[in-house]
């Protein structure tokens, strides 16, 4: 059977934002959201907020969301600003990855009848299916990974390609130009420091504000995170504040833009 994909896209004005250049996409990559919204919320935030981090589709136990077209790039795999990560690939989310339970489960088997069919329309086998791990390092699909289940997601995939009548490899092999994907990348530790930030005057400013920037990027909060460039200036401004309120809007804390204990601890719990 089909799945049918509910379509809400970015509209045009954003592209600039957030799809700006044109894309022929090599790859699918695989992402876990860090919390626990429906696609749809997923894709509100996503294309509402100030920051560029993008992607085509958020995946839940109940519905496929597009936002993005295919023949545009998402900025979704933190490997740069031409990295073929963020210019080559299909970028899925799957939905509710924070705390797992039915629905996680749910959205996961949704995810990967998707991503065969994704795969059967384009020729493709799972050799095309990427970790985000693989372009930056990131921990990410963090829930897979964490479970230690990547090579059996990807069979499952395999699975269902082949009840689809898709093969396991590629009709056309991968262009030799491609970048080939990072397989053994360490993963970063964040030492966020304690106390209260928040904005005043004159600006709090330092090592400490560079850290909560800093981590705030890593989970794709703090502007620009797909660019070279991620705006961490250790300055704790407006910009700053409006990233850790979103944050907190996503994880159930009291939206003030204020960085605190519980804040703290929730991006700790998120970062490992």
Known sequence: MTIKVKKKMVPSSRYGLKCPNKMNPEYITIHNTANDAAAENEINYMINNLSSTSYHFAVDDEEVIQAIPLDRNAWHSGDGTNGTGN??????????????????????????QFVAQLLKERGWGVDRVRKHQDWNGKYCP???????????????????????????ASKQKEKSSAATPKTKASKKVYKLPSGIFKVKAPLMKGDAVRRIQEALAALYFYPDKGAKNSGVDGYYGPKTADAVKRFQIMNSLTPDGIYGPKTKAKLEALLK
């Open 87 to 112: 210019r080559k690939s299909i970028a899925i989310e799957i939905c509710y990855s924070e705390s797992g339970g039915a629905r996680y489960k749910a959205a996961e088997k949704l995810a990967i």
């Open 142 to 168: 963090h829930r897979i990974l964490s479970e230690g289940r990547w090579n059996s997601f990807k069979a499952a995939i395999d699975k269902e390609l082949k009840a689809l009548g898709g093969k396991s």
